[in-house]
């Protein structure tokens, strides 16, 4: 039997999963209430920057030269439903406003929009990251609202997708956790992903509860990791030592890896801050708030990062930045990425315009977020035009452009000073250059 696939939302994650869902051979229909942003998939084009995606939308997209047809995209939920078996909710869950929990206003209004028009069998599956808890209540009131009853089922699919290499998790994931309550939910689940299954991705079947809490336990982890080592950092400032050294050190440790042990700014994006956050808050909310005490400090030392380079770039300043000028390197979260949601790197430029900075800003992608996003920094087209006249450059999103740039790039503009808030340029090279090198948990010479 043809399996029919709906997609609910357009952001990074509905996009992906719908585009890569007809790379699969599905057909897809993708449904948003954001008509512009529908207009502009139906278009073939893609609303965010994300490696490999603009391609895969040209490819099958209807209506696209050469397309395979596979794709769609609409606001009605009447075509969704007539059209689609499985459904799959990729909406968004920021952090509430006025406090940590998470915001299950799109998750709620989805399943509401969408079950009154689920009259025959379907299964409704969420993929957004949400608390635990929360599969359990939207699977009654999807079986309460859907014209099909108890045959309109729900399960929980969470996504661990990497931005900047989102079509590749989808494709070709390290995991597959479906939270199911039947068979048959397990056996549709498997039909669509029968392809990483047969290539040995490992599918792991769970209760809901497990399901959610895998999205939640795997970001706070990876959160707890990055904060480790910029822990470390701090430490390795005050004694003289170098992190790079004791994280290549650590990494050797087949116990500990080296995945996700780069000391630096820290981290940021739409999905760590908030969701390590929210799992704080469901926790106190469950009676278990002492077991995740140690995410507070997980997100202090976090925000402390981007203190501590504002601290070291007003040193090189002078003590101020009052009438000087500095460079800012990278806007996005994260390079391949144009999302600058909590971007460490907007933060330390915000921080320094509002003490008096005149800071200009170059990112190869996000520049335009940025601007909407911080309107009153400057925006230039290359990382020499940011460098003009600067009294110091900070490298704050490590984009490969600006890890492969040479330092005579910015001969003859600037005075030749920079810090390194991502670790990844080549000390000795710039060193060798004239330039003064600085950079987080990092001996100064």
């Not at 077991?291 to 300043?317: G, S």
Request: net charge negative; aromatic share 6%.
């Amino acid at each position: 039997m043809a399996i029919g696939i709906s997609v609910i939302g357009t952001g990074y994650l509905g996009t992906t999963h719908a585009a890569c869902m007809a790379e699969m051979g599905f057909e897809v229909v993708g449904v948003d209430i954001d008509q512009e942003r529908v207009a502009l998939l139906a278009s073939g084009r893609a609303p965010v920057y994300e490696p490999d995606l603009q391609e895969l939308l040209s490819k099958h997209v209807v209506g696209q030269p050469g397309s395979t047809g596979l794709l769609r995209f609409t606001t009605s939920w009447e075509t969704a439903a007539a059209g689609a078996d499985v459904h799959f909710v990729c909406v968004s869950t920021p952090q509430r406003h006025g406090g940590l929990a998470a915001d299950m206003s799109h998750v709620e209004a989805a399943i509401e929009a969408l079950s009154p028009h689920l009259s025959r069998p379907a299964l409704v599956v969420g993929k957004s990251t949400v608390p635990v808890g929360s599969a359990s209540r939207l699977a009654e009131r999807l079986a309460l609202l859907a014209p099909a009853g108890q045959e309109a089922e729900l399960a929980w699919n969470p996504e661990f997708l990497r931005e900047g290499h989102a079509v590749g998790d989808t494709l070709r994931p390290d995991r597959l956790v479906v939270g199911v309550r039947s068979r048959r939910a397990e056996s549709l689940l498997r039909a669509v992903y029968a392809k990483p299954i047969s290539q040995g991705v490992p599918f792991l079947v769970t209760d809901f509860a497990t399901a959610e809490l895998v999205k939640a336990a795997a970001n706070s982890f990876l959160a707890t990791k990055i904060s480790f080592i910029n822990a470390m950092a701090e430490v390795c400032e005050a004694a003289g030592a170098d992190v790079l050294q004791l994280s290549e050190a650590l990494g050797h440790d087949a116990r500990i890896g080296k995945e996700f042990l780069n000391a630096g700014l820290g981290f940021g994006g739409g999905c760590l801050p908030k969701d390590i956050r929210a799992f704080m808050a469901r926790a106190g909310e469950l009676g278990a708030d002492q077991a995740l005490t140690f995410l507070r400090e997980v997100d202090l030392i976090n925000m402390r990062r981007r203190t501590r380079m504002v601290d070291m770039a007003r040193q090189y300043c002078g003590g101020e930045f009052l009438g000087k000028r500095v460079a800012v390197l990278g806007a996005a979260f994260k390079p391949n990425s144009d999302d600058v949601r909590d971007s460490p790197a907007l933060n330390v430029a915000a921080q320094i315009q509002l003490y008096g900075g005149q800071v200009t800003v170059y990112d190869p992608k996000a520049n335009d977020n940025a601007r909407r996003a911080f309107p009153t920094l400057d925006y230039v087209d290359s990382a020499r035009g940011a460098a003009h006249e600067a009294d110091i450059v900070l490298h704050l999103t490590e984009w490969q452009e600006f890890r492969d740039m040479e330092p005579a790039a910015l001969d003859g503009v600037c005075h030749k000073r920079i810090l390194d808030g991502r670790n990844c340029l080549d000390p000795v090279r710039w060193r060798k250059a004239g330039w003064t090198y600085r950079a987080l948990g990092r001996p100064s010479v």
